[in-house]
């Protein structure tokens, strides 16, 4: 879907919960194993009370007041206190636990977090900041939303920041904004009776950002970036990149001027 305006950006809130539940489902659910439904609802539960117990900041991305991406940001070595969502996440493990196909996929979300572990770039100076999931619709991808989402986490902090990449077909999204794969290891897995090898890398990107001159966009300026993508089929990255060099260039000879007058 082509957007005709600018997303927005906001913290979440409680009632965005259920469709970032959502969001988790249906990035995990072609890498879970289950026949029962309440298998996917568990496991979908515990991953998102794991997500609020770990978290720093919850981002949503929305498009006419529907949220159409989320930002998951926090340190996966000390928690919040959290009680209720511990809680939560301990009754769906127990669910989960009493089940064989529970029990299964228990198996592999537990070899995961120890693939983490081994990926840590250095154990006395652990990662400051990770994105522990970071998802945008479908029908809203390739819109700038995922590259929106990146954003808020420079404007909210200048430490470095990265995460663990399990899904092949992402990566290549995060080495377009700066991230480095710094080590990466691998297991065999069988899924739905299949064996394959499946791997886990950590990307990490180092805050170098020096800004040296800003510009303010005006809103009603950047949608009209939007019209002109979808009357002209330019990317908003181009036109935004004309429109700050046709600044600069302005700046520029407004100051030659300024100069040939003093």
Aim: proline share 2%; hydrophobic share 35%; glycine share 4%.
């Amino acid at each position: 879907m082509l957007l005709k305006k600018a997303p927005a950006y906001r913290k979440a809130e409680k009632e965005d919960f259920s469709i970032i539940r959502e969001f988790i489902r249906r990035n995990y659910k072609d890498r879970w194993e289950f026949e029962e439904t309440h298998t996917e609802k568990h496991l979908t539960r515990l991953f998102f009370y794991t997500y609020m117990i770990y978290r720093d900041s919850v981002t949503v991305a929305t498009y006419r007041d529907q949220v159409v991406g989320v930002l998951i940001t926090g340190k996966e070595s000390h928690g919040h206190f959290a009680p209720v969502f511990r809680l939560k996440k301990g009754y769906h493990f127990l669910r989960l636990k009493f089940t064989k196909e529970g029990r299964k996929n228990l198996e592999h979300f537990n070899k995961l977090q120890d693939m983490k572990k081994q990926l840590t770039v250095s154990p006395e100076k652990p990662t400051p900041g990770n994105i522990l999931f970071l998802y945008v619709s479908k029908d809203y991808r390739r819109n700038g939303i995922g590259t929106g989402l990146l954003k808020q986490i420079s404007t909210e902090k200048e430490s470095d920041c990265s995460i663990y990449m399990d899904q092949l077909d992402h990566r290549a999204f995060m080495e377009s904004h700066g991230f480095i794969k710094k080590n990466e290891v691998s297991q065999m897995r069988e899924l739905n009776k299949k064996r394959f090898r499946e791997s886990v890398a950590l990307y990490k990107k180092e805050n170098t950002n020096q800004v040296s001159r800003s510009f303010l966009i005006r809103e009603d300026f950047l949608n009209g970036l939007y019209e002109l993508k979808e009357n002209y089929s330019v990317s908003i990255n181009s036109l935004v990149n004309i429109a700050i060099r046709n600044a600069v260039t302005e700046e520029k000879m407004e100051s030659e001027g300024l100069d040939k007058l003093n």
